[in-house]
């Protein structure tokens, strides 16, 4: 069994790393002033990945904190995905270019799904699909906006399309301290042939116990943000527990 993977989370607001609440962007927390910083600390912890977030970026619908991704870049040596603006083929390949490892594309994949594959056939096993959902339904524009699809119809229209994962957010427990929405979201993992990477509320390491249970095994991983930067979860304890999880099952 492949390791399940922690994603520790950096969310970009006019260059510096913050956190939101149900992606309110008046509601923004900020950690720290320097995010290649911050994501060398994370790299220095032991996680594997990086998820970075350009909120600026999700709102404007175009690249509005390169410079701080680009910093994060020359900084560790982790791959890092990124979403936020990613909305045409030009921003895709250059982001990949620049050594961004998984492009996301969120608020594109229900206005263009065409996109999509696209991308996925041009850059196989580097384009993610972000789903973040409000009661179910996709949200878009930085979840300013609700659509009438729901998210589990639109993670099907990408199965054959060859996208490398779908990044599950429930917005309502985004940055809410909440716990994870674990039956909304092993039941997408259920329901379409991609892994599923859960996002949104990961709030202990009782959601880390809950990402060994057996019926999480289905999961890539899981992203976590506010609970590691205020220290409810320790990064050390939580690696050495998945660690171990993989390690049994293997």
Known sequence: MDAVILFPAI?????????????????A?????????????FEAQGFAWLHVVDLDGAFAGKPMNAAAVEAILARVAFPVQLGGGI????TVAGWLEKGIARV?????AVRDPGFVREAAKAFPGRVAV???ARDGYVAVEGWAETSSLAAADLSRRFEDAGVAAIIYTDIARDGMLQGINWDGTIALAQAVSIPVIASGGLASLADIERLCAPDAAILEGAITGRALYDGRIDAGEALKRLSARTRIDS
């Open 11 to 27: 969310d970009l607001k006019e260059g510096r790393c913050v956190r939101l609440k149900q992606g309110d962007m008046a509601q």
């Open 29 to 41: 927390t900020v950690f720290n002033d320097d995010p290649a910083a911050q994501a060398a600390a």
């Open 87 to 90: 909305r045409d083929m030009k």
């Open 104 to 108: 996301i594309i969120g608020t594109a």
């Open 130 to 132: 972000g789903i973040d």
